[in-house]
């Protein structure tokens, strides 16, 4: 975990996800909630990466605008106020472009198709050598969404990390470049010596990796073991039922290492009945799997309540979601025109005023 407080108050922080389908608890845990504790002390913006998407669904981009729909409304459903944090789509910010393009110039090939996240998909996704020259440039595009923003902090899960070190390394290079930093700089120094760019950190959420209820993949829509948020309470103590420890008995005596109990250190607010729980089954002191799995469901359950209720008032209303898109791109064009300005001026690109219009 990464030291959140190092992030002084009313820094910028810009996160996103990719629109694959609906929110699941794991994104929750994982990130969400910790954007939602953010969003009153800071300059939030959260991106809706519907051109990622296009990296392996471009054929499909129907199913992507409806993913992107409802995301927006499990953010709502999860905690985020759209007042405080501005929610806004990738392809509606064009400086967002523009800086990837000057971004790809400043980064070696070679490094970009190291990028430990891209290499993990393209074996996962079984993409072998035949992915769009846009999926690799999507790396880059990630550092020009951070950047854009010139964010301090980046709220994102584990595996986001790579993408993070990516970014640091084209601030770093703009700056000194363009901004007159010194290589010998410290990183926390680069905007007050002149750069452009902070040189963001990654600010890796309580439990970046839940386990799916397969127990032992990370929890994705993909893989067939997530639980949604607009779940009922019968199929989440369903979906936990089926999640395998190879414990037998309840006087056996059970591991709490395992998928089980990162569910129940996760979803159990209530710290001395989670020591018990352990206790208890790591003796073997008649506790059965199937005792645990029912208060970490009805745990859950209660988690997602409220969200349910909220989300419940934006089903089947995309004018609402339509409405707070645009309010937000509106508020990400005017932070993201002024970086891109600030980066053109620096790197000798700058010949005329532009503004944008949203009519
Ligand atoms: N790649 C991220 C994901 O798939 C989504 C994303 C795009 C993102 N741009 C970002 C996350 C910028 C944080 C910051 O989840």
Excluded: W
Aim: one cysteine or more; aromatic letters at 8%.
């Amino acid at each position: 975990m990464t030291d959140q407080t190092a992030a002084p108050t009313k820094s910028r922080i810009l996160t996103g996800d990719t629109p694959t389908g609906q929110l699941h608890v794991g994104h929750y845990v994982g990130s969400v909630k910790r954007r939602a504790e953010l969003q009153d002390t800071h300059e939030c913006y959260i991106l809706l990466a519907n051109m990622h998407a296009f990296t392996t669904r471009a054929e499909r981009s129907d199913e992507i605008r409806r993913d992107t729909f409802e995301i927006v409304r499990d953010y709502i459903a999860m905690g985020l106020d759209p007042e405080k944090v501005a929610i806004f789509l990738q392809t509606e910010v064009p400086a967002i472009s523009e800086l990837t393009y000057l971004f790809a110039m400043l980064l070696p090939f070679n490094r970009v198709m190291r990028n430990p996240t891209l290499k993990d998909e393209i074996r996962v996704k079984g993409l072998g050598d035949t992915y769009s020259f846009g999926f690799p440039l999507y790396a880059v595009g990630q550092t020009a969404d951070i950047l854009a923003f010139r964010a301090h902090a980046v709220p994102v899960g584990e595996d986001q990390v790579p993408h993070i070190e990516l970014t640091r390394e084209v601030a770093r290079r703009f700056n000194q470049f363009y901004c007159g930093v010194s290589d010998q700089a410290e990183d926390e120094d680069h905007e007050k010596l002149g750069g452009v760019f902070p040189i963001p950190l990654a600010d890796v959420g309580q439990c970046s990796r839940l386990p799916g209820t397969d127990g032992v993949n990370k929890m994705s829509k993909s893989l067939n073991n997530a639980i949604f948020v607009t779940d009922t309470p019968k199929q989440i103590k369903k979906k936990l039922g089926k999640l395998y420890t190879g414990r037998q008995n309840p006087t056996d005596p059970g591991d709490i290492n395992n998928a089980l109990f990162d569910y129940v250190r996760t979803f159990i607010t209530d710290e001395d009945r989670v020591k018990e729980l352990e206790r208890k089954y790591a003796e073997g002191d008649d506790i059965g799997d199937g005792h645990v799995k029912v208060e970490v469901a009805e745990a859950i359950s209660k988690l997602l309540e409220p969200m349910k209720e909220r989300r419940a008032k934006y089903e089947g209303d995309d004018d609402m979601i339509m409405d707070i898109l645009k309010g937000g791109c509106q508020r990400a064009n005017a932070a993201a025109e002024k970086t891109l300005e600030m980066a053109k001026e620096a790197a000798n690109l700058k010949f005329f005023d532009r503004e944008l219009n949203y009519v």
